[in-house]
């Protein structure tokens, strides 16, 4: 018969098991203390460059956009800090200002779109009631100082609806996966009907109709009669126009 291993032998398997552990824990915990100075140089260099290029920083749109590429790479947010190091860039001041006049040209055009802004319409907007000589603006910024908009609750929000086309909505109101995939079919041409709906997206009629009905509901779409009810989207206006 095949003999059973002794009490010794399992009390031995253990004590190797857990020394095997201990040691990867001890290997894991090193690694990490190098990865944390890593880190921490990278902090350094970091800060010592943001010092050197500040100017550029605030005014070069493009390097703007690089350097918070870097900052996102390790971990860092200097639109978070208001003390210390990255106060002095003074970065925070740009987008809290820049969040503050998304706000204004959002409400200013509620009016007409029903609290939905396309992101072109938006930076054009942006740009005139900044002036000539106000530091230049991209998506880019606009997007980051949306971010801080949150604090607001769901009152803002940035909706996409293709790769690098995007929708800010400015009203409280959550707009189902629905609403969006109207939106995107709308992209193209700013308008939809329940049949285009029907046809290429395979719903049947009372869905298509309930949802858009919805958003003509709420402002965000207008319909016109004299075209076999089509809906046409203002947020999609100087996108479209763009385009052709």
């Known amino acids: 018969m095949r003999r059973r291993a002794g009490v010794g032998a399992i009390h031995k398997q253990k004590l190797e098991q857990e020394k095997y552990k201990g040691k990867g824990s001890e290997i894991q915990e090193s690694q990490l203390e190098q990865l944390s100075k890593q880190m921490e140089v990278f902090r350094a260099k970091l800060e010592e460059f943001a010092g050197k290029h500040k100017n550029e920083i605030k005014k070069n749109a493009e390097f703007r956009r690089q350097f918070q590429e870097m900052c996102a790479a390790i971990g860092v947010d200097p639109l978070a800090s208001s003390k210390g190091f990255w106060s002095v860039l003074g970065i925070g001041d740009?987008?809290?200002?820049?969040?503050?006049?998304?706000?204004?040209v959002c409400l200013a055009t509620n009016y007409k779109n029903g609290g939905l802004i396309s992101m072109s319409e938006l930076v054009q907007r942006l740009i005139r009631s900044r002036g000539r000589r106000a530091q230049e603006i991209t998506v880019d910024d606009v997007l980051n100082a949306a971010?801080?908009?949150?604090?607001?609750?769901?009152?803002?929000?940035?909706?996409?609806?293709?790769?690098?086309?995007?929708?800010?909505?400015?009203?409280?109101?959550?707009?189902?996966?629905?609403?969006?995939?109207?939106?995107?079919?709308?992209?193209?041409?700013?308008?939809?009907?329940?049949?285009?709906?029907?046809?290429?997206?395979?719903?049947?009629?009372?869905?298509?109709?309930?949802?858009?009905?919805?958003m003509l509901k709420e402002g965000l779409a207008w319909i016109d009669t004299q075209e076999g009810r089509s809906f046409w989207f203002p947020s999609l206006f100087a996108g479209c126009a763009q385009a052709a």
Not at 94 to 104: A, H, N, P, R
Not at 160 to 189: F, N, R
Not at 192 to 200: D, F, G, H, N, R
């Open 94 to 104: 740009f987008y809290y200002e820049l969040s503050v006049q998304i706000i204004e």
């Open 147 to 214: 971010k801080k908009l949150k604090i607001l609750g769901n009152g803002f929000c940035i909706l996409t609806i293709a790769p690098g086309q995007y929708l800010v909505q400015s009203v409280p109101g959550e707009l189902t996966m629905d609403h969006t995939t109207v939106l995107q079919k709308a992209s193209g041409s700013g308008k939809t009907s329940v049949e285009e709906l029907c046809q290429t997206l395979k719903w049947d009629k009372e869905r298509a109709e309930r949802t858009l009905n919805y």
